[in-house]
């Protein structure tokens, strides 16, 4: 998944960077550590209008989903809500801090269906078969496997369900080096074994959305 901890010094760089073309928009949520969660989560309600991509991807309640790269939960417990509690959400991570937080939130607020997973770096590993949708937001271009990633997570979902991409669009921000272009991804999941179902994303100043069906073999 996403790349070893020890490009951190790294990480803290290309933030200072990314922040002077996209103000307001936080990036990754492995670097939430940085700041307070409440001012993040303020600016990423703003940017990214989690609600508006909810509508977009079309989740609904009673839906089993799963979200990778959940760090502390930022989407997580947005995507919790949506499913009500006829719904799951499992959120992995390979890093176990991120899940231990994400873990005691949902004790503090008796939140029953979230599940946490810690994953590898190339699956998810995800305990159901059956999942409607996974989800990853915001985090795409950190994975080190992106490919060998959405590969692997094509066994989790069930005959119809997705694989929803949001994350950084460098055609909309103006910069290529750090992110994944729109084309890039659509490549990675065509070599997996996904074809795109196109969204509208005009509604994000910074961000693309790219809804991924897994092609019948």
């Not at 305990?127 to 795409?140: G, I, N, Q, S, Y």
Request: charge should be neutral.
């Amino acid at each position: 998944m996403r790349r070893a901890k020890g490009m951190f010094h790294q990480t803290i760089l290309i933030i200072i960077a990314a922040m002077t073309f996209l103000p307001g928009s936080i990036l990754c949520q492995e670097r939430h550590g940085l700041g307070s969660h409440d001012a993040i989560d303020k600016m990423r309600d703003r940017d990214l209008q989690p609600e508006k991509i909810l509508d977009v991807i079309k989740l609904r309640g009673g839906m089993k989903t799963g979200e990778a790269g959940a760090s502390y939960g930022y989407f997580t417990f947005k995507m919790s809500e949506r499913v009500g509690n006829k719904g799951i959400v499992y959120a992995n991570d390979i890093d176990q801090n991120a899940l231990t937080q994400i873990e005691e939130r949902c004790k503090a607020e008796k939140i029953a269906n979230i599940k946490t997973v810690l994953g590898a770096v190339e699956d998810p590993l995800f305990p159901e078969w059956d999942l409607d949708m996974v989800v990853v937001f915001d985090c795409l271009f950190e994975f080190s496997e992106p490919a060998g990633w959405m590969r692997n997570t094509r066994k989790y979902l069930k005959p119809g369900g997705q694989l929803v991409i949001v994350d950084p669009d460098p055609a909309k921000i103006g910069s290529t080096e750090h992110f994944l272009s729109r084309k890039q991804v659509i490549d990675f999941a065509a070599q997996s074994g996904y074809e795109p179902i196109r969204v509208d994303d005009s509604f994000l100043k910074s961000h693309m959305i790219i809804i991924l069906l897994p092609i019948k073999q």
